[in-house]
């Protein structure tokens, strides 16, 4: 180990304790991306977002979900794609998904023309709805909303599946955003070349494969250093992952 989804719809919709990689994660999804940008985009994403950095704005769709302005915007967060089937197979969430609020966003984001505070808010969706994707339980798999309804705990203290892989796992580690980017690694040129090709979707089903281990539970639910031991890898190359193709689309859109 390294250092360091109309009632059907409304059943899968997550609870207010799911957030996405809770701050220090999405934070170090931002500050990878930042590590990875062209000089063109840094320019232009300063130009967007003045002082404020990708990862400070990485966490903001999260503050929002307290102003009722915003709630359009709630089930940007997830998306379900039952195990065995593809997204192009599922029945569409009509208020939106991440998958496809994040196709949206990046042809959006090209247009230059809109005015200064959508343009804003369209990335700093863009910053965190990247980051959800690669979190495996915002790609649900329709039956206990990702992992929400799933009950255990963490080190003796009540919590949920979906908030283990969030938070409780990065918290543990007891590391700043900044630290916890640092012992990821660099990858090579030929390695960010690679996750840099894949698509949007590609990615939700990257993160369809890791359920057995994401649902490899103990019978009494308690989960603790073990469980961590096994799965804080798969916590950091998902966040690397989002890090480096955050940059990539981003470079794409203002490169």
Known sequence: MKKVVCALLMALLFTGEAFSWGANGHRVVGLVAEQHLKNKAKKKIKAILGDNSLAEVSTWM?????????????DWHWVTIPDNEKYEQTEKNPKGDVIAKIEELTKVLKD???????????????????????????????????????????????????????????????????????????????????LQSTTIRDWAYESMTYRPQVYNLPADKKLGYKYSYQNFDTVEQRLLQAGIRLAGLLNEIYG
């Open 112 to 194: 230059k023309n809109r005015p200064e505070k959508e343009q804003q808010e369209n990335l700093k969706y863009l910053v965190h709805l990247v980051g959800d994707l690669h979190q495996p339980l915002h790609v649900g798999r329709g039956d206990d909303t990702g992992g929400n309804a799933i009950k255990v705990e963490w080190f003796g203290k009540p919590s949920n599946l979906h908030r283990v892989w969030d938070s409780d796992m990065i918290d543990f580690q007891a590391l700043s955003f900044s630290e916890l980017t640092c012992f990821l690694g660099k990858p090579g040129k030929q390695q960010i070349r690679q």
């Open 62 to 74: 999260d503050e929002i979900k307290s102003d009722e302005a915003y709630n359009f915007t709630h």
